[in-house]
């Protein structure tokens, strides 16, 4: 099969999917490159277009050709009898859309099916899924009640429903932030928490070959300058990412033990990468992220090393699976 790393997307974290693509590239040099643009037309790119586009995270990425319709290039995907490794994040990339279309074609992909990503997309359902698996999650908060919460619990935090890479966050500490999201929840679903204390935590999973699935270590994060949000993510030197995290080892279990708990109670596939904060009452689940980011500065990535595990190899084992679960669907 012919291995076609697509990036780019019709949202906003398409700039970090750049980047993503960039690292794919590297790892896989062999690869054709496919760029999924606002207009939502897939271009062919070249190595050198992709590798010179020297700030992803701030600039948009110009293809700088005439591309084609992105259901044709699904199309082309299936004659062609190609495998599409995704570097996407966020929106009809990751909600289960663009994996509907595949599995509908054929085509193999790489990450969780259109289901799973559907679910674990929806940060309200997913809570729901992995509590019943046991996996400690924050309660709540209904938009009509924010008042009564804010001074129930002092401190608050507010983040889109359904978006990702830290987008829209917004730290309720005083009144005058209420307005903030009642604002941002007139144009789109908001998921509303009491704010936990306590320090930022990752996991990834990972989907072997034989089937066979296990946690990564964990990942602590440090942030520069407060907030682990877009900028202190993919901008900011002075942010730590820690791996493995410095926690105690019965920490360590727990987070580990909850990233699989999730990664099953929602039916990820490939791999999948889950967040905590880990506060007093030990690790409290924040979002399961189905397409992480696979940039050079990202997360799960770092989690492989600390693993023993060369990208190049990951890469190759996940093209593997997307081709064994398509002709299983057959």
């Given at each position: 099969?012919?291995?076609?790393?697509?990036?780019?997307?019709?949202?906003?974290?398409?700039?970090?999917?750049?980047?993503?693509?960039?690292?794919?590239h590297?790892?896989?040099?062999?690869?054709?490159?496919?760029?999924?643009?606002?207009?939502?037309?897939?271009?062919?790119?070249?190595?050198?277009?992709?590798?010179?586009?020297?700030?992803?995270?701030?600039?948009?990425?110009?293809?700088?050709?005439?591309?084609?319709?992105?259901?044709?290039?699904?199309?082309?995907?299936?004659?062609?009898?190609?495998?599409?490794?995704?570097?996407?994040?966020?929106?009809?990339a990751?909600?289960?859309?663009?994996?509907?279309?595949?599995?509908?074609?054929?085509?193999?992909?790489?990450?969780?099916?259109?289901?799973?990503?559907?679910?674990?997309f929806?940060?309200?359902?997913?809570?729901?899924?992995?509590?019943?698996?046991?996996?400690?999650?924050?309660?709540?908060?209904?938009?009509?009640?924010?008042?009564?919460?804010?001074?129930?619990?002092?401190?608050?935090?507010?983040?889109?429903?359904?978006?990702?890479?830290?987008?829209?966050?917004?730290f309720?500490?005083?009144?005058?932030?209420?307005?903030?999201v009642?604002?941002?929840?007139?144009?789109?679903?908001?998921?509303?928490?009491?704010?936990?204390?306590?320090?930022?935590?990752?996991?990834?999973?990972?989907?072997?070959?034989?089937?066979?699935?296990?946690?990564?270590?964990?990942?602590?994060?440090?942030?520069?300058?407060?907030?682990?949000?877009?900028?202190?993510?993919y901008?900011?030197?002075?942010?730590?990412?820690?791996?493995?995290?410095?926690?105690?080892?019965?920490?360590?279990?727990?987070?580990?033990?909850?990233?699989?708990?999730?990664?099953?109670?929602?039916?990820?596939?490939?791999?999948?990468?889950?967040d905590?904060?880990?506060?007093?009452?030990?690790?409290?689940?924040?979002?399961?992220?189905?397409?992480?980011?696979?940039?050079?500065?990202?997360?799960?990535?770092?989690?492989?090393?600390?693993?023993?595990?060369?990208?190049?190899?990951?890469?190759?084992?996940?093209?593997?699976?997307?081709?064994?679960?398509?002709?299983?669907?057959?």
């Amino acid at each position: 099969m012919r291995t076609t790393i697509l990036f780019g997307g019709t949202n906003k974290e398409r700039l970090v999917s750049v980047a993503s693509a960039q690292a794919l590239h590297r790892a896989l040099p062999e690869a054709d490159l496919w760029f999924w643009d606002p207009a939502d037309t897939v271009h062919d790119v070249t190595s050198k277009a992709l590798l010179d586009h020297a700030r992803p995270f701030e600039d948009e990425f110009k293809p700088g050709n005439r591309g084609v319709a992105f259901e044709q290039a699904l199309d082309k995907a299936r004659t062609e009898d190609r495998v599409l490794v995704l570097g996407l994040h966020g929106g009809r990339a990751e909600n289960g859309e663009l994996q509907a279309m595949c599995e509908m074609r054929g085509i193999p992909f790489t990450g969780s099916g259109s289901a799973s990503s559907h679910l674990a997309f929806d940060k309200t359902a997913a809570k729901r899924f992995v509590a019943i698996a046991g996996v400690q999650a924050p309660a709540g908060i209904a938009l009509e009640d924010l008042d009564a919460a804010f001074a129930e619990y002092g401190r608050l935090i507010a983040k889109p429903a359904k978006d990702g890479s830290s987008y829209g966050l917004i730290f309720v500490n005083a009144k005058q932030d209420l307005v903030a999201v009642r604002n941002a929840a007139k144009t789109e679903e908001y998921l509303i928490e009491p704010f936990i204390a306590g320090t930022e935590a990752t996991c990834g999973v990972l989907e072997r070959p034989d089937g066979s699935v296990v946690s990564l270590p964990p990942v602590e994060i440090v942030p520069g300058e407060g907030a682990f949000d877009y900028t202190a993510k993919y901008l900011l030197k002075s942010t730590q990412e820690i791996c493995p995290g410095r926690f105690a080892p019965d920490i360590t279990a727990a987070i580990m033990a909850q990233a699989l708990q999730a990664h099953r109670a929602l039916s990820c596939g490939g791999y999948s990468r889950t967040d905590f904060i880990v506060s007093a009452r030990g690790p409290v689940y924040l979002e399961t992220n189905t397409l992480p980011g696979l940039t050079a500065a990202s997360l799960y990535p770092k989690a492989l090393k600390a693993q023993g595990i060369e990208f190049a190899d990951f890469l190759r084992d996940q093209i593997t699976l997307a081709e064994k679960r398509s002709r299983e669907r057959i």
